[in-house]
C-alpha cells in the first residue's frame, strides 16, 4: 500500500503541478478495482504516483509513457508497484501500434498543444474501455498559446472542446453531460479534465468535423520543431 504521507509531501514538492487536482483523480482511482490506467506524459511521476494508490490491493495495473524516465526513477518510481511498466516511446506512435488490452482511465500530459492532444485522442480513444476516462492536465493555461517554431499553438482545452464537440469551451466549463460523455472541469493548478466517455459508439462521431490530415501535418512539424530546434 502506498504511504499516504510520504506521496502527499512528493505532490506538495514545488516541481509537481498537479497541486488539488491530485486528490481528485486520487479519489476517482481509489474507488476503482481490476482497472488499467495509463499515463502519457510521465515526467517525474506524479500522475502515476496517484494512480497507483491502492494499486495491488485493488488489482489495478498501472503504466507510462515517455521518451525518457530519468525523472521518473529518481523521483516518482518509488511509488508504484514492481508490475508498473515503462513504455519509452512516443504517445501518438504507441496509440498507433497499441495491441494490447484497453484502459479504464489514460491520463493525457504531454505537450500541450492542441495538435498533440488530438493526435493523441485520435489512436488513444480506440484504447479506452466502455465508461472510461480520459483525464488531461494542465487544460487550464491562462494567457495565449505558445509559440512554436514562429506558430502560435492552441492549447489543451481548445482539444478538449473541439474533440467532444462541447457546446462552449471547456474553461467555461464546471460540469457537462449529454448522451455520450460526462465532464467535468476543475481550474486550478493549470486545470485537470475528466471526461467519462458513456459509449464508446460515441468515439466515430468525436473524430467527426475535424481535418485530420492538417491535424498530424502540424503535429508532425510540431514534434520536429520541438525535439529539433537547431
Known sequence: MTNLT???NF???PHCDLGVNAWVLADLVKGMKNARFIDLGVRLGASSAIMSINAEDNNNKVCGCDLMF???QKQGARFVNEDYTCYMADSVTLG???DEDPFDIIFVDTIHTREQVLAELYFWTNHLKEGGYLIFHDSHWTGPGDTIGDKKWERVDVAITDFFNLP???REI???EDDDVIVEH???SFGMTFVKVKTLDAIARFKEGIDWDKVFEDRNFLNNVHFNPD
Do not use: A, T
Request: charged share 45%.
Open 168 to 170: 462552449k469551451s471547456v
Open 11 to 13: 505532490i506538495n514538492e
Open 96 to 98: 498507433k501500434d497499441w
Open 186 to 188: 476543475h481550474e486550478p
Open 70 to 72: 530519468d525523472g521518473f
Open 6 to 8: 510520504e506521496l502527499r
Open 174 to 176: 464546471d460540469v457537462y
